[in-house]
């Protein structure tokens, strides 16, 4: 459950392109690697580098996309990345509990 808590939370913070991203390393933590996904300072430190990573490929990206010729305004840039330990706050907290 906490795992299904963070990919929502982190949609919501950073977007469709981040948390499935983040579910695809999951998938791989989980079902390749043989990882608990119950172990919440392992998991904070793999969706902390994910974000990261995430970030870092998007930045190009979102600068080439903003053209002086379209008509909608430039977004406004992502958050920084969550930390470790903002990730196991929410890991240990009940936020999200109701929407899984």
């Given amino acids: 459950m906490a795992s299904h808590r963070l990919i929502q939370h982190i949609g919501k913070v950073y977007g469709l392109?981040?948390?499935?991203?983040?579910?695809?390393?999951?998938?791989?933590?989980?079902?390749?690697d043989g990882h608990s996904l119950n172990d919440r300072e392992?998991?904070?430190r793999v969706t902390h580098e994910c974000i990261k990573e995430q970030l870092n490929?998007?930045?190009?990206?979102?600068?080439?996309?903003?053209?002086?010729?379209s008509l909608l305004p430039p977004l406004p840039?992502?958050?920084?990345?969550?930390?470790?330990?903002e990730i196991l706050n929410f890991l240990n907290s009940n936020d999200g509990r109701a929407e899984i």
């Fill in 42 to 44: 392992r998991l904070a």
């Fill in 57 to 69: 490929h998007q930045e190009p990206s979102s600068m080439s996309s903003s053209s002086s010729s």
């Fill in 77 to 85: 840039p992502p958050p920084p990345p969550m930390s470790e330990e």
């Fill in 17 to 32: 392109r981040i948390s499935e991203a983040l579910y695809d390393v999951l998938n791989v933590y989980y079902f390749v």
